[in-house]
């Protein structure tokens, strides 16, 4: 069966610092790659998405994410985050069946 | 983006009595809704998908029994909890693609639901 997986499940970061958050998907096939955020008391916007082409895909507010096909993997990447950025973030992957399958998320905390 | 609205945003029952919560797409036509649960501080599971005009789809270890959904319009999908109890509790979210192969998703605000 499909599944997505996150590599943390909460990262607590200063402000300015450098965010990477793994996310990593087993499914064979061709697949649509996002990543979602659900500010607190806010319902899920997307932050990104991947469908073919260049591998690096820019975002909203500065985010990007990289996808690398040999390792299943879609990465999110944010030079300097803000305090604004606390969220809770989920990748999640569209297979082929138009499914999207969500991982288990993580929590960032920025602290100011 | 695309308006995705749900109605009740937050509802209250007692136990045995059945729920209908609302999935609506307010500008575009949703040829697919799916239909997710949020525990606190979880991911967002797949219950089902709903195609317009067909049954709904049922993910392994969802009772469609429990959950009905139709999907009798483009725009409005309707998720009903029957004879809900304290487990059922959760906040329901509902997503809608337009069908068009860009694959996104819009998503509903969500509906609380707390089963007394």
């Known amino acids: 069966a499909q599944s997505v997986s996150q590599h943390n499940h909460h990262v607590i970061l200063s402000e300015a610092a450098s965010l990477e958050l793994g996310c990593n998907y087993s499914y064979g096939g061709t697949v649509n790659l996002f990543w979602y955020v659900q500010y607190p008391g806010q319902h899920l916007q997307l932050l990104l998405k991947?469908?073919?082409?260049?591998?690096l895909v820019k975002g909203i507010k500065g985010f990007e994410a990289e996808f690398i096909k040999s390792k299943f993997s879609f990465n999110l990447r944010k030079p300097s985050v803000q305090w604004s950025d606390t969220a809770e973030y989920f990748c999640?992957?569209?297979?082929?069946?138009?499914?999207?399958?969500f991982g288990p998320g993580t929590s960032l905390s920025v602290i100011p | 983006g695309a308006v995705v609205s749900q109605h009740p945003s937050w509802v209250i029952c007692k136990s045995g009595t059945s729920v209908k919560i609302e999935c609506r797409s307010l500008?575009?036509?949703?040829?697919?809704m799916f239909w997710y649960r949020q525990f606190p501080k979880q991911s967002l599971m797949l219950m089902a998908t709903s195609n317009e005009g067909s049954k709904a789809t049922y993910e392994q270890g969802v009772e469609k029994d429990k959950f009905l959904i139709n999907h009798a319009s483009l725009t409005l999908s309707t998720l009903t909890v029957t004879s809900a109890h304290p487990e059922d509790s959760s906040f329901y979210i509902c997503?809608?693609?337009?069908?068009?192969?860009?694959?996104?998703?819009?998503f509903g605000e969500g509906s609380r639901l707390t089963v007394l």
């Open positions: 500008d575009f036509q949703a040829t697919t």
């Open positions: 997503s809608a693609s337009s069908g068009r192969g860009t694959g996104e998703l819009f």
């Open positions: 999640a992957v569209k297979t082929s069946y138009d499914k999207v399958i």
């Open positions: 991947y469908f073919s082409g260049d591998p």
